[in-house]
């Protein structure tokens, strides 16, 4: 199993440019989320689905969207980058029962300029 | 509001010794409190978790001592190695929200020198 996967692993934006954060996984996990995080902020949790089709807003959603249309599958849209998005972005993934263990991908650097 | 507090921020300890780091968290319907490690580089990855059942949790060197009372838990590495060099964050949960709403502490950057 490749596990979690992301690409980009680094991006570089322009303030106001739009692009997707890709996530996948292939261990069949109900559960995704996406986290960003920042220098002594530790992880905040951005968007997270429970299955294909449900989706649901974390602690900063502001500025991100997000679809869920398979199992493995959970991309992260920034709409219009902004500086304040300069962060690492990870993505988990966790089955819905005992032990709950998020799985995280190896993440990606944004920088918006 | 931040609902899982961690100290300290960085730890330096030598080679050998004990390593603490302390969480403390506010809400009282959390119920599964895990520990996650993350080297420079790479996504956080589960060490160690434990519910409020249970006071103790050990996995080899790593020790999660949990206070029900105090609202407080914290990971006790024992002979810290210079490989468990990495920052530690504790997490917390509650019913009803599994693992996809956990709440993180700001981490701990954990030196061990040799």
């Known amino acids: 199993n490749a596990g979690v996967t992301q690409t980009p692993k680094f991006q570089v934006l322009k303030t106001g440019q739009s692009m997707t954060l890709q996530c996948a996984q292939d261990?069949?996990?109900?559960?995704m989320s996406w986290y960003r995080q920042d220098p002594g902020m530790g992880l905040r949790l951005i968007h997270y689905s429970v299955g294909a089709g449900i989706t649901d807003q974390g602690e900063v959603p502001n500025g991100y969207n997000v679809s869920r249309s398979t199992t493995e599958d959970f991309p992260l849209r920034l709409l219009s980058a902004a500086p304040s998005q300069t962060s690492v972005y990870f993505c988990a993934s966790s089955r819905d029962r005992p032990p709950y263990e998020q799985y995280f991908g190896p993440g990606t650097r944004l920088t918006v300029t | 509001q931040q609902q899982v507090k961690q100290s300290p921020q960085s730890l330096i300890v030598q080679k050998g010794g004990i390593s603490i780091i302390n969480c403390a968290y506010e809400?009282?319907?959390?119920?599964?409190f895990p520990w996650y490690q993350q080297f420079p580089g790479k996504g956080p990855a589960l060490l160690i978790a434990?519910?409020?059942?249970?006071s103790e949790k050990k996995e080899g060197r790593f020790t999660i001592s949990f206070n029900k009372s105090a609202k407080q838990f914290s990971l006790h590495i024992m002979d810290s190695q210079p490989g468990d060099s990495a920052t530690y964050f504790c997490a917390a949960s509650r019913p009803g929200a599994g693992s996809y709403q956990l709440t993180f502490g700001k981490g701990t950057k954990l030196s061990v020198i040799p």
């Open positions: 434990i519910r409020p059942d249970v």
């Open positions: 809400n009282t319907a959390f119920d599964y």
């Open positions: 261990m069949n996990h109900e559960y």
